[in-house]
């Protein structure tokens, strides 16, 4: 393939393969869990840390890293403040991080605006080749999480009571679940976006729980469709010229359409042949 002659094409195809076995691991357990609008808070939030490294002349990555990873425990102890009312931390830290972020971006002044855009939407040309490593090390390490604490995890996504009635960590578990969640998505925005970075967590889940029939099922059918979703919609984007966070998202809804209307058609058929 001729877009492979390129070499921030290849980081950026290694990239999507990171991201494509990262996302969905943790995006079944937000949908699981009903957190769905915690990437997307965390994803809003991050947008302060970029605009806080430019602001200060750092690395975005770095400090993206600081902020969400903040936002992420202070998430959870709002959540425990507010049991009963748990959209209640999720509208502060939404605000409150972009409201940092435009302060922020002001400070800098106008010339880094245009370099906050390409976090916004995602640009395969920001890769760099430690994102790529980073990304790597990021996937072995959710992927040895996920196989040492898979059975606590499910426990505690499925019922904290019954977690917390087995003597469990709830909060440390959560909380960690939290932070692991934040530096994913701050390591992930590059290629991604902080806008469109929480639809290609939640959407192979969502796409994944429509087919599998067991939890273990959802997560290897979540990392197959992330997979088909982030190098199509990369592939795309090139040949298109469009940001690669958006075609992904594109295409991950059009899958997901496309999932369930042929769900529909089957449930018909069946309901058809049952009525002769």
């Known amino acids: 393939m001729a877009l492979l002659s390129y070499e921030f094409m290849r980081r950026a195809f290694l990239s999507a393969i990171f991201i494509a076995g990262i996302a969905p691991m943790l995006g079944v357990f937000l949908v699981i869990r009903r957190q769905s609008l915690m990437a997307d808070t965390l994803s809003h939030v991050s947008l302060a840390g970029v605009a806080l490294g430019f602001f200060l002349n750092l690395n975005p990555t770095f400090t993206t890293m600081i902020v969400v990873i903040l936002a992420a425990v202070v998430l959870e102890y709002l959540r425990s403040l507010y ?9 502060m830290l939404m605000s409150g991080g972009l ?24 640009s395969i040309l920001t890769i760099t080749p430690n994102q790529v490593i980073f990304l790597g090390i990021l996937f072995v390490v959710i992927a040895v999480l996920f196989v040492l604490f898979k059975k606590p995890m499910y426990v ?28 994913a998505i701050a390591v992930m925005i590059p290629i991604a976006g902080a806008l469109l970075i929480s639809a290609i967590m939640v959407l192979p889940a969502a796409i994944s729980m429509r087919l599998g029939k067991s939890f273990n099922m959802v997560i290897l059918i979540s990392v197959i469709v992330g997979l088909i979703g982030m190098i199509s919609g990369l592939t795309s984007s090139y040949y298109l010229s469009t940001p690669p966070g958006a ?10 359409l496309l999932v369930n209307l042929v769900k529909r058609w089957i449930t018909f058929t069946q309901r058809k042949r049952q009525m002769k």
Do not use: C, K, R
């Open 99 to 122: 409201a940092l972020a435009l302060v922020l971006m002001n400070l800098s002044g106008g010339s880094s605006s245009t370099s906050i855009q390409s976090y916004l939407f995602g």
């Open 247 to 256: 075609t992904i998202t594109l295409v991950f809804i059009i899958l997901f």
């Open 156 to 183: 505690l996504t499925f019922d904290e009571d019954t977690a917390h009635v087995d003597g469990l960590p709830v909060h440390w578990m959560s909380m960690l679940f939290n932070v692991v969640t934040g530096v």
């Open 83 to 91: 049991s009963s009312y748990s959209e209640i931390s999720i509208a």
